[in-house]
T-cell receptor, first 116, second 113 residues
Framework: GAVVSQHPSWVICKSGTSVKIECRSL??????MFWYRQFPKQSLMLMAT?????????EQGVEKDKFLINHASLTLSTLTVTSAHPEDSSFYIC????????????FGPGTRLTVL | SQQGEEDPQALSIQEGENATMNCSYK?????LQWYRQNSGRGLVHLIL?????REKHSGRLRVTLDTSKKSSSLLITASRAADTASYFC?????????????FGKGTMLLVSP
């Protein structure tokens, strides 16, 4: 149980285009989902926290107009990187916290974004 | 900012040996968690230790927590080549219903056959 999937696993796009990444909790309802980014050989940096049905809370320094997050249902959150640039190339990982769980997060397998 | 700082940054050992990784943090925590990440993959939750616990075991894993020193250690006993991965500690400061994790920089562990 507690499986989180991400789609796509990897994506290559041209500079200036927008890319949408999906995060799904497959066998549980996730009241909260988190989005992280990770640069090579570095740690995960929390980008934003999204609660179902409400606006995402962004961490300091993360542009909310560039990284659009939509938590439309209890099993799906999407991250859209708008007008992507090469510096947005990174590994994006989502996690989901099940309803009633306060401390645990279950992580997706990540999405590698390369912007040419 | 990064709450947890792991050391060493990288560790190379032989199969069968024990591996110890340390994590230090700066602020009060509700719990501390250890995760494993294989190269280019997502994170796998290993173990959670609460602030009122001092030691916890799970299979070949042993985690200690010293809140007075704001530090934790992860010991992997009888290591295997399959343990090769990056290991991260993550601190959770919240004692309310809203918790977020702050990850350390990680330790890259290489276990050679």
């Amino acid at each position: 149980g507690a499986v989180v999937s991400q789609h796509p696993s990897w994506v290559i796009c041209k500079s200036g285009t927008s890319v949408k990444i999906e995060c799904r909790s497959l066998d549980f309802q996730a009241t909260t989902m988190f989005w992280y980014r990770q640069f090579p050989k570095q740690s995960l940096m929390l980008m934003a926290t999204s609660n179902e049905g409400s606006k995402a809370t962004y961490e300091q320094g993360v542009e909310k107009d560039k990284f659009l997050i939509n938590h439309a249902s209890l099993t799906l959150s999407t991250l859209t990187v708008t007008s992507a640039h090469p510096e947005d190339s990174s590994f994006y990982i989502c996690s989901a916290r099940p309803r009633g769980f306060y401390n645990e997060q279950f992580f997706g397998p990540g999405t590698r974004l390369t912007v040419l | 900012s990064q709450q947890g700082e792991e050391d060493p940054q990288a560790l190379s050992i032989q199969e069968g040996e024990n591996a110890t990784m340390n994590c230090s943090y700066k602020t009060s925590i509700n719990n501390l968690q250890w995760y494993r990440q294989n190269s280019g993959r997502g994170l796998v939750h290993l173990i959670l230790i609460r602030s009122n616990e001092r030691e916890k075991h799970s299979g070949r894993l042993r985690v200690t927590l010293d809140t007075s020193k704001k530090s934790s250690s992860l010991l992997i006993t009888a290591s295997r080549a399959a343990d090769t991965a990056s290991y991260f500690c993550a601190t959770d400061p919240s004692d309310s219903g809203y918790s977020t994790l702050t990850f350390g920089k990680g330790t890259m562990l290489l276990v050679s056959p």
